[in-house]
C-alpha cells in the first residue's frame, strides 16, 4: 500500500512563494506511477493542480497554475514537490498529493488510488 505524506503548507502574502513537499513510500519503486496534486476549498470539489510522471519529466498542470507552479521530484528522497510562485488569494486550500499506478498523467481525481491527509495553504492579499 502507498502511503503519501504532504507539508510545507502556511500563511503567507500574495506574490509569495510556497514549496509542498510529498513523500512517497510502501514499495520498492515507483517508476510507473503518477503523481497528482490537488486542492480543495470548503464546498467545493477537489480540482487538478499538477501532476508527473515519477519516470520522467512528462507533467501535466492546470491553466490556473501553469506558469506560477512547477512539479518536480527527487528520487533519492523519494518525494515530489510543488514549486508555488506568484501566489493569489485565489490560491488558498487544502492541497493534497496523490498517487495511480498508471503512465497516463490524469487529471481526474477518481483516477487516483492513494491520498495524502493535506496541508493547508493559506494566501492573503
Known amino acids: 500500500q502507498v502511503q503519501l505524506v504532504e507539508s510545507g503548507g502556511g500563511l503567507v502574502q500574495a506574490g509569495d512563494s510556497l514549496r509542498l513537499s510529498c513523500v512517497v513510500s510502501?514499495?520498492?519503486?515507483?517508476?510507473?506511477?503518477?503523481i497528482g496534486w490537488f486542492r480543495q476549498t470548503p464546498g467545493k470539489e477537489r480540482e487538478f493542480v499538477a501532476c508527473?510522471?515519477?519516470?520522467?519529466?512528462?507533467?501535466n498542470y492546470a491553466d490556473s497554475v501553469r506558469g506560477r507552479f512547477t512539479i518536480s521530484r527527487d528520487y533519492a528522497k523519494n518525494t515530489v514537490y510543488l514549486q508555488m510562485n506568484s501566489l493569489k488569494p485565489e490560491d488558498t486550500a487544502v492541497y493534497y498529493c496523490?498517487?495511480?499506478?498508471?503512465?497516463?498523467?490524469?487529471?481526474?481525481?477518481?483516477?487516483?488510488?492513494?491520498w495524502g491527509q493535506g496541508t493547508q495553504v493559506t494566501v492573503s492579499s
Open positions: 496523490a498517487s495511480v499506478r498508471t503512465a497516463f498523467l490524469h487529471t481526474a481525481p477518481s483516477n487516483y488510488d492513494y
Open positions: 510502501g514499495r520498492s519503486s515507483f517508476s510507473n506511477f503518477v
Open positions: 508527473k510522471r515519477w519516470g520522467d519529466d512528462s507533467a
